[in-house]
């Protein structure tokens, strides 16, 4: 393009040498050849500097393709060993998983059976449970039966203990009124005492009868009397009474008496019915003798001797309603 203007001027020249129509001709195709070819150099050079354009451009974009493709190369890389890492990492989960699932399948198989084992001691407790709350139920039953029975037994013993607490009373008041009713014959030859919750009247052989006899004297005959006075006034109240001797044995049997036994029997009987006579009960008297079996001293003296020849009056006051406590204690227990 630069060697154009030389190019003119040999045709300007070659020109001005050819006659003048021809040479005009060919000017205008000259320069309408120039013209053309000016404007094929414009849009030549349009296209060059559009060419340029797209080629910088595209030389940008290669670049940045470039770069991308680096990147992503490296990206690339940097996937690749995580990936490489991931399926290392998937392959041990995997096998820890496979290791997991077998532990699992044998700690289920061990789980199952302590599971059916403590299903079975369950079931084993919850029975046992049942029995106790069975028994406890039961025990509860007894023990509430138990404990009315000992609330209907402490009423009973407390009823039992009044009643004996009352006869106790009544020995104590039947006693100071025999003692008071008996004061002027009191002594060796008489006393009064409580024993066993009875009061025991006791007389001496010299008191009530001569040696060998079975008739009581005139002094006897009093004490007795007054006795059977203070027993009227007490209707509640049984006498027994008891003869006793001494140990020396009949020298000469004769009649009804054969030996001590007699003696004492004779005795008692002589004794109840004198107080029978004075005014006791005959229903509430009993004669009994004991002979020599039964004596307060050894017989070993004349004094000894003496005290074992005695009759004894035993008052005992009548003990129905302590009688019938007991007894209902008796069948309530044997309930």
Same mark, same amino acid.
């Given at each position: 393009?630069?060697?154009?203007?030389?190019?003119?001027?040999?045709?300007?020249?070659?020109?001005?040498?050819?006659?003048?129509?021809?040479?005009?001709?060919?000017?205008?195709?000259?320069?309408?050849?120039?013209?053309?070819?000016?404007?094929?150099?414009?849009?030549?050079?349009?296209?060059?500097?559009?060419? !340029?354009?797209?080629?910088?451009?595209?030389?940008?974009?290669?670049?940045?393709?470039?770069?991308?493709? @680096?990147?992503?190369?490296?990206?690339?890389?940097?996937?690749?060993?995580?990936?490489?890492?991931?399926?290392?990492?998937?392959?041990?989960?995997?096998?820890?998983?496979?290791?997991?699932?077998?532990?699992?399948?044998?700690?289920?198989?061990?789980?199952?059976?302590?599971?059916?084992?403590?299903?079975?001691?369950?079931?084993?407790?919850?029975?046992?449970?049942?029995?106790?709350?069975?028994? =406890?139920?039961?025990?509860?039953?007894?023990?509430?039966?138990?404990?009315?029975?000992?609330?209907?037994?402490?009423?009973?013993?407390?009823?039992?203990?009044?009643?004996?607490?009352?006869?106790?009373?009544?020995?104590?008041?039947?006693?100071?009124?025999?003692?008071?009713?008996?004061?002027?014959?009191?002594?060796?030859?008489?006393?009064?005492?409580?024993?066993?919750?009875?009061?025991?009247? #006791?007389?001496?052989?010299?008191?009530?009868?001569?040696? *060998?006899?079975?008739?009581?004297?005139?002094? *006897?005959?009093?004490? =007795?009397?007054?006795?059977?006075?203070?027993?009227?006034?007490?209707?509640?109240?049984?006498?027994?009474?008891?003869?006793?001797?001494?140990?020396?044995?009949?020298?000469?049997?004769?009649?009804?008496?054969?030996?001590?036994?007699?003696? #004492?029997?004779? @005795?008692?009987?002589?004794?109840?019915?004198?107080?029978?006579?004075? *005014? !006791?009960?005959?229903? @509430?008297?009993?004669?009994?003798?004991?002979?020599?079996?039964?004596?307060?001293?050894?017989?070993?003296?004349?004094?000894?001797?003496?005290?074992? @020849?005695?009759?004894?009056?035993? =008052?005992?006051?009548?003990?129905?309603?302590?009688?019938?406590?007991?007894? #209902?204690?008796?069948?309530?227990?044997?309930?």
């Amino acid at each position: 393009m630069k060697h154009f203007p030389a190019f003119a001027f040999c045709t300007l020249l070659a020109a001005s040498a050819l006659p003048g129509c021809v040479a005009s001709k060919k000017y205008d195709d000259l320069k309408a050849r120039q013209a053309a070819t000016e404007q094929a150099k414009t849009e030549s050079e349009q296209q060059y500097r559009k060419a !340029v354009a797209e080629l910088k451009k595209s030389s940008d974009e290669v670049a940045q393709l470039r770069l991308e493709t @680096r990147r992503l190369v490296d990206d690339s890389t940097e996937t690749g060993r995580s990936l490489r890492r991931t399926r290392q990492l998937n392959a041990q989960l995997t096998d820890s998983y496979d290791k997991l699932l077998k532990n699992s399948d044998r700690a289920m198989a061990d789980k199952s059976a302590d599971y059916n084992k403590v299903a079975k001691d369950l079931a084993r407790r919850e029975a046992e449970l049942g029995e106790l709350d069975t028994n =406890l139920r039961k025990s509860r039953a007894d023990i509430d039966k138990l404990t009315a029975d000992l609330t209907a037994r402490e009423a009973r013993l407390a009823e039992l203990q009044k009643a004996l607490a009352e006869k106790d009373r009544a020995v104590d008041a039947l006693k100071a009124s025999v003692s008071n009713a008996l004061r002027g014959f009191q002594g060796t030859d008489l006393q009064v005492k409580m024993k066993d919750g009875k009061v025991y009247v #006791s007389l001496s052989e010299q008191l009530l009868f001569k040696s *060998g006899s079975t008739k009581v004297d005139p002094k *006897g005959q009093e004490a =007795l009397k007054q006795l059977a006075t203070v027993l009227q006034q007490q209707p509640d109240v049984n006498v027994v009474v008891e003869g006793h001797t001494d140990n020396v044995p009949f020298s000469r049997p004769a009649g009804a008496m054969q030996d001590n036994w007699d003696l #004492s029997v004779l @005795r008692a009987t002589e004794i109840a019915r004198l107080l029978t006579t004075g *005014g !006791v009960a005959p229903e @509430r008297v009993t004669a009994s003798g004991r002979s020599q079996y039964v004596p307060v001293a050894a017989n070993d003296s004349p004094q000894n001797k003496a005290l074992n @020849r005695r009759t004894e009056i035993i =008052l005992t006051p009548k003990l129905n309603e302590l009688l019938k406590i007991l007894d #209902s204690n008796s069948t309530a227990g044997g309930k």
